[in-house]
């Protein structure tokens, strides 16, 4: 990706960038070593997306083959969702708090709760390349940026979730919830009563997929609506690239 944009403003924060390079060639088998070493990676990285106020909570992580950790029969978001009913109020910053969570759950993903201080604007991976592209061109102030395996992009926002008039305010519910975003091909706005997984994270299968920062968690945060344009624009070019690719696959009839 930092090939791609050039530049400083393209390339990952140097720590968020050696330790996700790092923690992904372990996942995919390419590099020995001890699990400590691999513990203390995963932990430096959490660490830091808590100092830059991403609140974190525990999470699922993969089962064998494409289950998920909970004993949900058919989980329909596996390794994707907190552990706890409670991830609202157990969301935290706090550094002990998350060092202990890694400490005793190695295996654990982490969720970060949006809309209390910050949101995040969720984008199929091409678009959100596209978008990325046009935005660091245009010279417009992006913030931390996470790619998913699973085809999307996340672009960390602050929060427009608790404005001082609740007249603005809206729920995430108005657009999707975690549990129905396969409805919501197109952007998803992740506020008020939302989460998405948080770097590094692991997603099921055999193939070492996984969620990872391109743009570190140490960015300061933009204004949503100074990257929606671009996104909603790119996610419309997306959406008609993929609907002329359905269409020419379709047999024509006689």
């Known amino acids: 990706m930092s090939g791609t944009f050039g530049g400083r403003d393209g390339r ?15 996942l995919l088998g390419r590099r020995t070593g001890d699990a400590a070493a691999d513990d203390e990676g995963r932990t430096t990285l959490l660490l ?8 974190l909570a525990p999470a699922a992580h993969p089962a064998p083959g494409y289950g998920c950790s909970c004993d949900r029969v058919g989980c329909p978001t596996p390794a994707r969702h907190p552990v706890s009913f ?22 654990a993903n982490f969720i970060t709760a949006t809309g209390m201080s910050h949101d995040v604007l969720d984008v199929p991976l091409e678009a959100g390349r ?6 660091l061109a245009d010279g417009v102030q992006v913030g931390p940026v996470a790619e998913s395996d699973d085809g999307r992009m996340l672009f ?14 809206w729920p995430c519910e108005l657009d999707c919830r ?6 919501h091909p197109g952007l998803r706005w992740h506020c008020r009563g939302s989460y998405v997984l948080v770097p590094p994270a692991r997603l099921p299968g ?14 300061p945060l933009p204004d949503p609506l100074s ?9 419309a070019r997306y959406a008609g690239d993929e609907s002329d690719r359905l269409s020419a696959a379709w047999p024509a009839r006689g």
């Open 227 to 235: 990257l929606l344009e671009s996104l909603t624009d790119a996610c």
């Open 206 to 219: 055999d193939d070492g997929r996984r969620v990872r920062w391109v743009r570190g968690p140490e960015r």
């Open 48 to 55: 830091a997306a808590a100092e830059a106020g991403l609140p």
């Open 86 to 107: 409670a991830w609202q109020s157990q969301s935290t910053t706090d550094r002990a708090q998350v060092e202990r969570w890694a400490r005793h759950q190695p295996q």
């Open 178 to 183: 975690p549990e129905t975003m396969d409805e």
């Open 12 to 26: 990952q924060g140097t720590l968020s960038h050696w330790l996700s390079q790092r923690f992904s060639q372990r």
């Open 156 to 169: 960390f926002t602050a929060t427009r979730g608790t404005p001082e008039d609740e007249d603005e305010w």
């Open 130 to 135: 596209q978008a990325l592209e046009r935005l």
